[in-house]
């Protein structure tokens, strides 16, 4: 029997849009639970490490949403054929955390003014510099970030875009076309398509 | 004929030093450049993403640390026995990286009442919160991180906790005895205690 898997995640895209992204696309079955605001406090108590993703495999909890995506990548032919691969998809994925970062470093300060004191050195240099390279990564790799080929790095970068263009206030891809190739390349994949059609609505 | 390592970072232990352990516990021969401030503007550009540590392997430059130090437990006989127990590996490294972005929420901070007013509420909240269960899951483990034997994970975690003890002005692993056990398991392996005792010495 298959084993059954269960997301658990707040009711965003998020950390959690990549896990389901690559359900989606392994054409595996999952509930896709979402935590209310209200109803977290009670449940984070019960979360390995109190936080979302957390997905149950079999009623097994795992969580941290780059260790679940690269075991999901694993499982549904997204992983790289060797070590040396497996390398490459793991550098980019991290690349694109650094990336996250640097929103998550202005995008949830309350203050208006000390966000856009944060945010004004983040949008003007850590933005166009990791961008840039990181398009060139994607040129270098025909249209993939790694390998040139489709890996869960991808999917991974493509789920969260929405999540991190919220935090930014802009498309990150709009001045960078082989990044805005690579977004197109995967929501045309008809198992994402599917799922993005299907997807609850959300802003972020 | 084996291929050749050298690892780029700057003269600290840092997120160099678990690379360095991995290296010495595969009995890795590998050139360890320290990168002094004055040079780093310089070396910076040609950096792939403009940071460092950079491992070069035969020549190809590798980066971001947990990239690297997977695709080297691998190498050397300390990754998981599945992609299963390759996941716990997983969640228990990101896991790490949480505590350790904790610390870096106010160790940079220049403005001394700013840096207090940050760290408060991560050492008497989320230090607590993470370090407890983390001990927890080091305890379920029978002494190590993930899998109940020694993995990359716990090699990362303990060569990771000088820099980390430096940031937050105390040893994390005081009041918690697994954490503390498990340091000293893997201190005292062999290849580790000689890459120890041989090392430059610096405080973080």
């Not at 977004?183 to 398509?193: D, F, G, H, Q, S």
Request: hydrophobic share 40%.
């Amino acid at each position: 029997m298959a084993p059954k898997f269960k997301l658990r995640y707040g009711a965003i895209k998020g950390l959690g849009e990549p896990v389901r992204f690559l359900l989606s696309y392994g054409k595996i079955e999952f509930e896709d639970e979402r935590i209310d605001l209200q109803q977290w406090p009670s449940v984070k108590e019960s979360m390995p490490f109190g936080q979302v993703p957390v997905l149950e495999i079999d009623g097994k909890k795992t969580w941290q949403s780059l260790a679940i995506c690269r075991y999901l990548g694993n499982q549904i032919g997204l992983a790289g054929a060797n070590d040396w691969e497996d390398l490459q998809i793991d550098m980019a994925v991290e690349t694109v955390t650094d990336l996250r970062l640097k929103m998550a470093s202005f995008a949830y300060e309350n203050d208006p003014s000390i966000k856009e004191k944060k945010k004004a050195p983040v949008v003007n240099e850590s933005l166009p510099f990791l961008l840039g390279r990181l398009d060139n990564l994607v040129k270098q790799n025909g249209g993939h970030l790694a390998n040139g080929k489709l890996s869960w790095a991808d999917l991974y970068f493509v789920a969260l875009l929405d999540y991190l263009n919220f935090l930014t206030g802009f498309d990150l891809t709009k001045d960078y076309p082989n990044l805005s190739a690579l977004k197109r390349t995967v929501l045309e994949i008809p198992a994402i398509k599917e799922w993005v059609t299907k997807r609850p609505k959300t802003d972020m």
